[in-house]
T-cell receptor
Framework: AQKITQTQPGMFVQEKEAVTLDCTYDTSDQSYGLFWYKQPSSGEMIFLIYQGSYDEQNATEGRYSLNFQKARKSANLVISASQLGDSAMYFC?????????????FGAGTRLFVKA | NAGVTQTPKFQVLKTGQSMTLQCAQD?????MYWYRQDPGMGLRLIYY???????DKGEVPNGYNVSRLNKREFSLRLESAAPSQTSVYFC????????????FGPGTRLTVL
């Protein structure tokens, strides 16, 4: 069965430093996609980055990069040069491929606090 | 483009009452989703619709029904609300497989007394 695990309920990081948010997943599908979303205190969900299971290179989007280790089934989010505006909840999500209809599940999230 | 819109934004129900949450998207997306988010928790998938005319159960479908009215609209119905259904409900849409991320609505905050 699909499962996403985020083991860090809360993380602190100093402004301008890098931080890694952990995500492990479990699936029996060979084709799947991994996503990270940010949820600020205002409540909206903001897409950050995507990694496909067949992508050979780690995804990067500006200050966000995804450390994808397929054999370990991990998809950690790395935020470089943290900013105060990065303080938010971060969710890892997985969508299985195939004809199943793109069912997507989310992890429990990690709350990131950026300190000035 | 409005993206994904949800109505209402807030709702208070009494136990046993019914209501329908409305969701519409104007991005011509094939797939639509309903999630619930309980305080301090992640999103749990209630139902999803891969394409117009199809719906499937997610992780927590009990107590809910859905209707994919057309390509744009996907509604969520609570037939007999219970306090355990107090949550924030998010609707989302995406354009299918691959890199296509989900676009989320602003959410509906539902309280069941």
């Amino acid at each position: 069965a699909q499962k996403i695990t985020q083991t860090q309920p809360g993380m602190f990081v100093q402004e301008k430093e890098a931080v890694t948010l952990d995500c492990t997943y479990d699936t029996s599908d060979q084709s799947y996609g991994l996503f990270w979303y940010k949820q600020p205190s205002s409540g909206e969900m903001i897409f950050l980055i995507y990694q496909g299971s067949y992508d050979e290179q780690n995804a990067t989007e500006g200050r966000y990069s995804l450390n994808f280790q397929k054999a370990r089934k991990s998809a950690n989010l790395v935020i470089s040069a943290s900013q105060l505006g990065d303080s938010a909840m971060y969710f890892c999500a997985m969508r299985e491929g195939g004809t199943g209809g793109f069912k997507t599940i989310f992890g429990a999230g990690t709350r990131l606090f950026v300190k000035a | 483009n409005a993206g994904v819109t949800q109505t209402p934004k807030f709702q208070v129900l009494k136990t046993g009452q019914s209501m329908t949450l409305q969701c519409a998207q104007d991005m011509n997306h094939n797939s639509m989703y309903w999630y619930r988010q309980d305080p301090g928790m992640g999103l749990r998938l209630i139902y999803y619709s891969a394409s117009e005319g199809t719906t499937d159960k997610g992780e927590v479908p009990n107590g809910y029904n859905v209707s994919r009215l057309n390509k744009r609209e996907f509604s969520l119905r609570l037939e007999s609300a219970a306090p355990s259904q107090t949550s924030v409900y998010f609707c989302a849409s995406s354009d299918g497989p691959g890199r296509n991320e989900q676009f989320f609505g602003p959410g509906t905050r539902l309280t069941v007394l």
